[in-house]
């Protein structure tokens, strides 16, 4: 008896932990796949470089991510899929062309980074079990996300879309 009673609590230690985040951590729910991240991190190192990115943005005319309303209205069920493939677009073009002159910005944008691969690596695994579904609408805003990329130099296209992330952090904590 004792011993039944020592495992449930153990099980139920085991799934409180497994449901409960990590100190600091938000629990993101994209469609049908949920994962753990630090929002307050990420927003803490975009906001200590925010203005000096901004400043490095020629062209101020010109938007990525809200070119009429790219992330708006994207239907709850396609979240995942959407923010799986922006993590992706952001560790592939984005911090990948983000270097400056100075270390401590650097340094932020790596552990910006960090964090999105983390969270790429978890949509990933909802990825694989086909609960990140794309659907027309969700592939044709992506599909303008890089248009409109690709429409300037690298350098500049990676400043600008650095320097929109409260865009996208903003974003995922609506959902």
Not at 21 to 43: F, K, W
Request: proline share 3%.
């Amino acid at each position: 008896m004792k011993r039944s009673y020592l495992s449930l609590c153990l099980l139920s230690m085991v799934s409180c932990w497994n449901v409960m985040p990590t100190a600091g951590n938000n629990i993101l729910q994209l469609g049908p796949c949920r994962v753990s991240m630090s929002m307050a991190e990420i927003r803490s190192g975009f906001n200590s470089i925010k203005a000096n990115i901004q400043a490095r943005d020629p062209i101020k005319s010109l938007s990525i991510l809200s070119y009429p309303h790219s992330l708006h209205k994207v239907k709850p069920s396609e979240r995942c899929c959407i923010t799986h493939h922006l993590c992706s677009f952001y560790v592939a073009k984005v911090f990948r062309h983000c270097r400056t002159e100075d270390s401590y910005v650097n340094r932020k944008i790596s552990s910006i980074a960090n964090s999105f691969l983390s969270l790429r690596r978890n949509l990933q695994h909802c990825h694989e079990q086909n609960k990140c579904m794309c659907g027309q609408e969700s592939t044709e805003k992506l599909k303008q996300i890089t248009v409109n990329y690709e429409g300037l130099n690298v350098t500049s296209a990676a400043i600008k879309s650095l320097g929109e992330l409260g865009i996208l952090l903003d974003w995922m904590e609506k959902s």
